[in-house]
């Protein structure tokens, strides 16, 4: 792991990377994230009962689209052609919350962990959006990198 801020230059200022030498390799990424909530308010999600609708298929959606526009909401991001992108909801009645995985996948020059990232987390706050008019104070959280593979740095799994 480098110990260098990349997205910094020598004068200090903020730039993109340049990464128009580097080789382009097979890269995926996965993240996760959770939003904790009452029993109630997930129960309402599972049983479809919630007047939105199925809130799981719009999060899933939300969170393949935000991985698909990373690059405008993270100013430094570059622009990808993703191959692939999933997005996985599991209730977890035991703990009154739902875990969000993403997957994110590409042949190119640069890494996909900011869009497998932004995928989950944008999942978890449609599921908020969705649900604050019950609830206003369900809990986002743990919103992690769990595995990256490709490129110069190569296999990550977070422990």
């Known amino acids: 792991m480098s110990n260098v801020f990349t997205h910094i230059n020598a004068d200090g200022n903020a730039h993109m990377v340049d990464v128009t030498e ?10 996760e994230a959770f939003i904790e909530m009452a029993s109630t308010t997930l129960e309402m999600i599972m049983s479809g009962s919630h007047h939105k609708g199925d ?35 599991e209730a977890q009645p035991e703990h ?16 996909v ?6 995928a989950a987390s944008v999942a978890a706050l449609t599921i908020y959006d ?22 110069k740095s190569g296999h990550f799994k977070a422990e």
């Open 113 to 118: 962990e900011m869009e497998a990232l932004t």
């Open 96 to 111: 009154n919350r739902v875990r969000i995985t993403s997957l994110c996948k590409l042949s190119g020059k640069t890494g």
């Open 22 to 31: 580097k080789a382009v390799t097979e890269r995926e990424a996965r993240a």
């Open 55 to 89: 809130v799981f298929a719009t999060a899933r959606i939300a969170g393949i689209q935000a991985a698909k526009k990373t690059s405008d909401l993270i100013p430094l991001c570059h622009p990808l052609m993703l191959t692939k992108v999933e997005v996985e909801l």
């Open 130 to 151: 969705m649900c604050k008019a019950v609830q206003k104070d369900m809990v986002i959280s743990q919103v992690r990198l769990l595995e990256k593979r490709g490129g």
